[in-house]
């Protein structure tokens, strides 16, 4: 079924109205009302990859307030969908759709769970699904590299052929740098000085000179080094700015834990190293 809009902040799906918007500030009108924090491009990007999923076995990584996993659920129709977060609060309007639709026994969220905990998240995982692989992974959850990948180690080698794996805004640290460059830049905006400051002192304690930044941009490579390195593994990678999507390939991996580097070989040092980079973050 579609997504039918009916204007720039409300939409209809399966019977459920939502909201949506980008805006840093925006809340849902009411603490059980459905809300996805995505651009009406984003929610069409999802309508066209996901088409033809149903009945899928899904993990999503970030609840934040409940609308995603919703939506997925109004899209898919899933035949188990496991959400987690960091938070340890419920999100009020998960819980509130999950009892009014008699959803308890199809979807299942985890509150204070850590992505990158990987001994975690692979027994409720196996739990959840037990012998049967999984068919989608969203990760909207920490968008640092190191959980990240954590995560993608975890849940990639319990996916079949042809699944996806989706990590959203990979890009943003590459928007934040250029917002910052463009406060950087102009001694007279009004909140030069004060970034300026806060930067000095945050490379002064880190100990360096410029600024290095380990972010989701590494993984989009790596995801990347692992088609050309794996072939059978990863069939395929996609990278929007929105985005990395990467099918699982029938390859069958070797038995133990995954290991990213193990396959995402840098043979001609495309990369810069890991050592002395920080990781990105909000604050």
């Not at 579609?2 to 019977?15: K, Q, S």
């Not at 309508?47 to 409940?66: D, K, P, Q, W, Y």
Request: proline share 6%; glycine share 8%; net charge negative.
């Amino acid at each position: 079924m579609p997504i039918h809009y009916l204007d720039d902040r409300y939409f209809e799906l399966g019977g459920v109205a939502f909201e949506y918007g980008f805006a840093v500030d925006l809340e849902p009108s009411e603490p059980t009302t459905p809300f996805v924090w995505k651009h009406r491009y984003q929610l069409d990007c999802y309508e066209e990859l996901l088409a033809g999923r149903r009945g899928a076995n899904v993990v999503e990584l970030g609840i934040h307030r409940g609308g995603s996993a919703i939506l997925l659920d109004r899209l898919l129709e899933p035949r188990r969908l496991v959400a987690f977060d960091l938070a340890q609060e419920p999100a009020p309007a998960l819980a509130h759709y999950v009892a009014a639709h008699g959803r308890a026994e199809t979807i299942a969220a985890h509150y204070g769970v850590d992505q990158g905990d990987k001994a975690r998240l692979g027994t409720l995982c196996d739990e959840a699904f037990g012998a049967e692989p999984i068919d989608l992974v969203i990760d909207d959850a920490s968008h640092q590299y190191g959980p990240t990948v954590a995560s993608f180690e975890v849940l990639f080698p319990r996916m079949r052929p042809g699944a996806l794996y989706v990590v959203e805004d990979w890009d943003w640290a590459h928007m934040f740098s250029a917002g910052f460059a463009a406060v950087l830049g102009d001694p007279n905006h009004p909140e030069h000085a004060t970034l300026l400051a806060r930067m000095k002192t945050r490379m002064t304690t880190m100990g360096v000179s410029k600024p290095s930044v380990l972010e989701l941009g590494r993984f989009a490579m790596e995801a990347t080094l692992l088609a050309a390195g794996t072939r059978d593994i990863v069939r395929e990678v996609r990278v929007r700015h929105n985005w990395i999507v990467i099918e699982r390939g029938a390859g069958k991996l070797p038995p133990g834990p995954l290991t990213i580097a193990d396959f995402a070989v840098d043979r001609f040092h495309a990369l810069t190293p890991r050592e002395g980079l920080q990781e990105a973050r909000f604050e």
